[in-house]
């Protein structure tokens, strides 16, 4: 059985982006989209205008949360030989109704893949906006960078994270 990564997230967090469960990589490292092959820190640079993938992972962390973005997954445990998420066994679900007690300010929910997604209804079920996005991962070839980036941008926009003019 393994165990996720702890929410990163403050009280006045306005977008939370919510993966499925980490990958081998990011558990071993403990940090969030650490496998040097996902597009998540790149994609998430070039929206907010700052090298996010060259930088060490506190300041990545510390970038999102000055911007009000927030990481998370929606499984707490599970059983997963390997990375994808059609691996994924017994998974616990994270209780998603503890964030707007921890994030009162929250106001949009991006569903990073398909295996996130699944939750979609019950965080419309709270009130908080709620969009699915492609995976960042590696396993998603089906888009390609550009394209990916292009529907992120979108929902950035929408949640008001992104810098002004870009």
Not at 95 to 111: E, K, N, Y
Not at 117 to 136: D, H, N, Y
């Amino acid at each position: 059985m393994l165990t996720s990564l702890p929410p990163v997230l403050r009280a006045d967090t306005r977008l939370l982006i919510l993966g499925s469960f980490p990958g081998v990589a990011s558990l071993q490292a403990g940090q969030y989209y650490a496998h040097p092959r996902n597009q998540f820190w790149p994609i998430l640079g070039d929206l907010l205008g700052e090298p996010l993938h060259d930088r060490d992972y506190s300041e990545r962390i510390g970038y999102l949360l000055e911007r009000r973005i927030g990481l998370w997954d929606v499984y707490a445990t599970c059983v997963r030989p390997g990375s994808l998420d059609s691996s994924i066994r017994d998974a616990v679900p994270n209780d998603l109704g503890t964030l707007l007690r921890q994030a009162p300010r929250l106001r949009m929910i991006v569903h990073n893949g398909a295996e996130s997604a699944r939750r979609m209804r019950e965080v419309k079920a709270l009130g908080i906006a709620a969009w699915r996005l492609p995976s960042t991962s590696p396993a998603n070839a089906r888009l390609g960078y550009h394209a990916k980036r292009s529907l992120w941008r979108e929902a950035l926009d929408a949640a008001g994270v992104l810098p002004r003019g870009s």
